[in-house]
């Protein structure tokens, strides 16, 4: 049973860990947060089992990790009010050209690092986007308005299409 309670214990300290380091990928962590990562996985492994290797100590603590990964996300589903604390929100960190500053420092979000998102994705300049959300799960949505978007006319694409 202790070990259980060390699991949970581990778990929510790890849970708040990652809240707090950020909305990163594991494909955009720095060196420095892979291995943070790493060793915190090593430290909670001898902090929840104090050197248990048997598979007992393994299956509960796997069992107890596993039971609270699906104790919240249940929870955000079922209470939707909960889930911007267990996965966070989307934000806006861009909006008409415009860098939301206040914003991108609060999620700790370079304006190097969203122009190099941004590049990723073709958008050369700020001002070519129109929108851009740091989604839940830490990508970056961007929305861009071109000349060539603006809405057709209805009428003119059913004639079009008539035609043919």
Known sequence: MEI????????I??????????RSTIGELSA????LFVAMGDLAQ??????????????????????????LSWAGVR?????????????????NGE??????????LSLDDLMSAARQQGIRRFSDIELAVLESNGRISFFTQTQGDEPEDPASTAGSQEQR
């Open 4 to 11: 259980v309670v060390r699991a949970i214990v581990i778990f």
């Open 13 to 22: 300290f790890l849970w708040l860990i990652t809240r707090l380091v950020g």
């Open 32 to 35: 420095f947060q892979l291995v």
């Open 46 to 71: 001898q902090g929840v089992t104090q050197q248990d290797y048997s598979l007992t100590g393994v299956v509960l603590t796997i069992g107890t990790f596993a039971a609270l990964t699906l104790v």
């Open 79 to 95: 209470f939707p009010r909960l889930r911007g604390i267990t996965h966070g929100i989307p934000v806006i960190v861009v909006r």
């Open 99 to 108: 860098p939301e500053l206040k914003r991108l420092r609060s999620e700790r």
